[in-house]
């Protein structure tokens, strides 16, 4: 035999069965569909309605397009950049369904007072702050809690003329419901021991004006503040969008801004220097509702403006919140109403009318009962209107279940509640702080409720109000045992708060809030599992990347 001859038909076969093979490869390639990205190697909770895990992705033009198993998505995929996740857990972008961006950015331009332990620090870092911005005329700063310091009294301005006698200075409160002011200030504003305002107060000590102005006695002050041109309220944007992505957050919200500045939002979406999704409440005054109500609904894919936002009462902290009962701790005091009920029906009563969300501040339960019943006038049964109460904080037993008779979403900001528990039970008396920050009860209304933080008030960070929903413990993991455990979350539906129950809350729930085929690819990649960690971990997990439309537009660096 010619084992020449052999070898050579032999080549010539393998030959022809590489041809064949490589075509198939080709053939099958040819039908791969080229995609923007794949995201395998991960353990991604998708939070669909099974509340599925899988571990694998792809995402082409912003959206999802198939979940899954990597090996089968590769084969039909030809993934333009592939992301090992490296196992680490994967979730759908975090929501902020309240807070107030613009007012973060705000803060990050101004002089920080968070966390000071005495009315002495504060002088010491506005003085800090003063030398570091010898241009700026006025001195703002804001954070300050003087439930935090020895001295709980509300500080006064005396120590404020003598250090900035001819600089006006401007200090808000956390929450942002007080504010203490100097006489430089209060000249410029023309306020005077005769001024009254509804809604508001300006506290007279000794027959004088301590520089402690209240709820709307704080707009009288802000009428008179230098408006930022618009490259100065872009650099306050881009503050902001830069610490919410770091912390993986991809919708935020703004409860109440003007129309001004629901433009600049849209401008700056649409020139590609703002990627962040906003939910822009619009506020109901400065002919924000006649300009709305003619020109409707603006809904872009990261704008999103439907909704109005009203305040009922203050806040419980500077005893503003409307209550039923007096304040246990200052017994002539019962809080007030920033809008009149007649107001607040009227505003109702046109609202109906539209196609917009009424979202209403309500902290105290006189607040909350009053909106709730005023709202159901309205709504009169279940509906879809998605009517919400922003804070819900202290809600008298008896009106809980009208959230569920008409259909209203309670937003909530469990943060607040592991913040205020130090002196809620002070504020309210022991019967009464056993229903306030009622959750889980809250939830079972209609299902769902939706958690934010409120930031600048609280820390941006929404794993914060992650673990206070489900641990009801601080950042100190405090207490041992939580505050008033009955109502906590349980940490799936903690999540669901912060993402997809948020995204119903806000009307996007068909196209954000979960990782699902056709939605939007807003994702996060954590160092750790939310799901799994201690809980005394939680807060310290980290963010490692944050996607938005299947862009990266975070990465932490290293
Ligand atoms: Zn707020």
Not at 249 to 277: C, F, P, W, Y
Not at 381 to 407: L, M
Request: hydrophobic share 40%; glycine share 8%; proline share 4%.
């Amino acid at each position: 035999m010619d084992f020449n001859f052999i070898n050579s038909a032999k080549m010539k076969r393998n030959f022809i069965l590489i041809l064949f093979f490589s075509a198939l490869v080709h053939l099958s390639q040819a039908q791969k569909q080229p995609v923007d990205l794949l995201v395998y190697n991960a353990k991604i909770y998708t939070v669909d309605t099974d509340f599925s895990i899988t571990e694998a992705f792809v995402v082409n033009k912003g959206l999802f397009v198939e979940i899954g198993n990597k090996d089968n998505l590769l084969s039909k995929y030809e993934p333009t950049i592939k992301t090992d996740a490296g196992g680490k857990a994967v979730f759908p972008g975090f929501y902020d369904p309240h807070s107030h961006f613009i007012g973060l950015g705000q803060m990050l331009s101004q002089c920080d007072l968070v966390g000071t332990s005495s009315f002495s620090e504060i002088l010491k870092r506005l003085q800090v702050f003063a030398s570091e911005h010898p241009e700026s005329y006025w001195i703002i700063g804001r954070g300050w809690d003087q439930n935090d310091w020895d001295d709980k009294a509300f500080p006064n301005k005396s120590e404020l003329d003598k250090l900035f006698p001819n600089k006006p200075v401007m200090l808000t409160r956390i929450d942002g419901h007080a504010m203490l002011v100097n006489s430089k200030a209060i000249s410029l504003a023309k306020i005077s021991k005769s001024t009254k305002i509804a809604g508001g107060d300006f506290e007279i000590k000794n027959g004088d004006l301590t520089g402690i102005l209240i709820d709307n006695a704080m707009g009288m002050i802000r009428r008179v503040l230098p408006k930022p041109d618009e490259s100065e309220q872009r650099e306050i944007i881009r503050k902001a969008q830069a610490e919410c992505l770091k912390y993986g957050l991809t919708t935020v919200s703004d409860a109440g801004i003007n129309q001004s500045d629901i433009e600049l939002l849209d401008k700056m979406h649409k020139d590609g220097s703002l990627k962040i999704r906003d939910y822009a409440m619009i506020s109901i005054g400065l002919g924000n509702l006649e300009y709305f109500k003619k020109k409707g609904i603006i809904k872009t894919d990261r704008l999103n403006v439907r909704s109005f936002k009203l305040y009922a009462d203050g806040a419980l902290g500077s005893r503003g919140a409307c209550l039923l009962e007096p304040y246990s701790d200052e017994p002539s005091k019962t809080g007030f109403l920033l809008t009149s009920e007649n107001e607040l029906d009227a505003y109702f009563g046109e609202l109906i009318q539209t196609g917009f969300q009424v979202n209403t501040h309500c902290i105290g339960d006189s607040a909350n009962r009053l909106v709730l019943d005023l709202y159901g006038k309205y709504l009169e049964g279940k509906n879809d209107r998605r009517w919400r109460i922003e804070h819900c904080q202290v809600v008298n037993p008896a009106d809980v279940p009208k959230f569920g008779q008409f259909s209203i979403i309670p937003s909530i900001q469990a943060t607040h509640a592991t913040s205020d528990m130090y002196w809620a039970g002070d504020r309210l008396g022991s019967m009464r702080v056993k229903h306030a920050y009622p959750f889980e009860e809250l939830k079972l209304q209609n299902g769902l409720l939706a958690n934010g933080s409120d930031f600048p008030v609280e820390y941006v960070n929404p794993l914060f109000g992650f673990h206070s929903a489900f641990a009801r413990q601080d950042a100190k993991n405090w207490p041992e045992a939580g505050f008033q455990l009955e109502n906590a979350l349980s940490r799936e539906d903690a999540l669901r708060a912060m993402t997809i129950w948020s995204a119903y809350a806000n009307f996007e729930e068909k196209e954000r809030g979960s990782i699902e085929k056709g939605k939007m690819a807003d994702f996060v990649i954590l160092d750790q599992d939310i799901m799994q960690a201690e809980p005394s971990k939680v807060r310290d997990i980290k963010v490692l990347k944050t996607f938005i439309a299947g862009e990266k537009v975070y990465e932490i660096m290293n």
